[in-house]
């Protein structure tokens, strides 16, 4: 499998993205994802993201299994939460869940900044190898309970969780930005909602449910 090929399927891979998002708009308010983000599904290469036995698979629409119950989210999802988070280029952001790194590369060729925390150790090392070794140099990285977040450099403009509660942990709340936005699965398992939640001027919270989703439990340590 060529550099050649990979380019080649991960431009079909954005293609199918535009599509489901005008499949997907009466629901996500989106019948169309930002030119920026766009240009990153086309540019990052997820077969790097992979295990080495499933980079065929990497550009398919579909999650994949990364080890430890574990996976890579679909593409569709990976393009969505980003662009819900209106991204600027001078943001700093959290990430909650690193998995092997793929939406963290994707968040650091988007924002100035990004704080990526993975309770895994295994996954927190190869991530942090994998994006060094693609040279992405603006992503801080941290081993343990993303549940806290990381209030030594809070508050944060945007936040990602790319694992589900029952219910939104309060100190990621207190540490969004006034004016900031989050993207988070919730629920229970079989019952999780993608929740876009925003911050007011004056600190209220509001979030709204917009498609049913399937992520891995937000693993808290007690």
Not at 27 to 44: C, E, S
Not at 58 to 75: H, R, V, W
Not at 210 to 216: D, K
Request: proline content about 5%; hydrophobic content about 40%.
């Amino acid at each position: 499998m060529s550099e050649t090929w990979f380019d080649s399927i991960r431009n079909e891979m954005a293609e199918l993205i535009t599509a489901y998002a005008r499949l997907s708009a009466d629901r996500t308010g989106r019948t169309a994802f930002d030119d920026r983000v766009m240009g990153v599904m086309r540019k990052v290469p997820r077969h790097e993201f992979v295990p080495a036995e499933l980079r065929h698979l990497a550009y398919i629409d579909s999650p994949l299994p990364i080890g430890f119950e574990k996976t890579i989210s679909q593409p569709f999802i990976v393009a969505l939460m980003t662009d819900l988070l209106d991204l600027q280029s001078t943001d700093k952001v959290l990430e909650i869940g690193t998995g092997l790194g793929y939406q963290s590369a994707i968040l650091a060729e988007l924002v100035a900044k990004v704080y990526t925390i993975e309770i895994i150790e295994e996954l927190a090392a190869e991530a942090k190898r994998r994006l060094q070794r693609l040279g992405y140099r603006n992503i801080d990285f941290r081993q343990g309970d993303g549940s806290h977040g990381w209030p030594q450099h809070a508050p944060f403009d945007k936040m990602i969780v790319t694992a589900a509660p029952d219910l939104i942990p309060a100190s990621l709340i207190t540490q969004l930005k006034a004016g900031g936005r989050m993207i988070i699965p919730a629920g229970v398992e079989d019952a999780q909602q993608l929740l876009l939640v925003e911050k007011d001027g004056n600190g209220r919270t509001r979030s709204k449910e917009l498609i049913p989703v399937r992520f891995s439990t937000l693993v808290m340590s007690s």
